[in-house]
């Protein structure tokens, strides 16, 4: 597609139940990346693919947060037993290259979590 | 370890005057540093990246930034502000192997 698509734009949850997030990257993109963006703060790295390998999850804040990209393409951000804590966007990008800092990013809009 | 600081975290301009976002950063290794613009509602957008080149660096929408490794400072600037501008400004500087973003800073533009 032309840009990041990310489903659902915006998820109401209540607490203790399981989300899942998902995350179309631009074609051919490389690299994929998620990101935590609490209310009024810049965004908090989660997570890095390249393509199918998840080469960095040193940000997932918990062990109830799982993310996948099993065919190199669209990706998903699982979330399990949501807490109000986990209210959040988050976001993902994109990028062709492997040097993807050198690039930046292309980012979707993200999906607005809110856990009740 | 990588980090960036914005000072600021509100900052009003009227329309036509001087824009003057100020980000330091810090870096082990020689930064590339990037400034994006996020509009309510959406995703994040570049606006210009440094990466050791010119240290004048030129953008889209009219900004630009400097890079001074002396101050360790790269910030935004544009010369006439526009109400199109209001929006949210992140600094950022590349770590190991991500970006690493401040905490942002809401431009308000006065009519």
């Known amino acids: 597609g032309a840009g990041v698509s990310q489903s659902p734009r915006y998820k109401v949850a209540k607490r203790g139940q399981d989300v899942a997030l998902r995350c179309d990257p631009i074609?051919?993109?490389?690299?994929l990346f998620w990101y935590q963006q609490a209310l009024g703060q810049g965004p908090e790295f989660l997570t890095y693919f390249q393509n199918e390998a998840q080469l960095d999850k040193s940000g997932l804040p918990s062990d109830r947060f799982f993310a996948e990209r099993p065919e190199g393409s669209v990706s998903t951000l699982k979330i399990q037993r949501t807490q109000q804590e986990d209210s959040a966007v988050y976001l993902c990008a994109s990028s062709l290259a492997q040097g993807a800092y050198y690039y930046g990013y292309t980012f979707g809009s993200g999906t607005r979590l809110t856990v009740v | 370890a990588q980090s960036v600081t914005q000072l600021g975290s509100h900052v009003s301009v009227s329309e036509g005057a001087l824009v003057l976002l100020r980000c330091n950063y810090s870096?082990?290794?020689?930064?590339?540093l990037f400034w994006y613009v996020q509009y309510p509602n959406q995703g994040l957008q570049l606006l210009l990246k440094y990466t050791s080149a010119a240290t004048l660096v030129k953008g889209i929408n009219g900004f630009e930034a400097e890079f001074k490794k002396s101050e360790t400072s790269f910030h935004l600037t544009k010369p006439s502000a526009h109400m199109s501008d209001a929006a949210e400004y992140f600094c950022?500087?590349?770590?190991?192997?991500?970006?690493?973003f401040g905490k942002g800073t809401r431009l308000h533009i006065l009519p």
């Open positions: 950022a500087v590349r770590g190991d192997d991500k970006i690493i």
């Open positions: 074609s051919g993109h490389v690299s």
């Open positions: 870096s082990s290794v020689p930064p590339y």
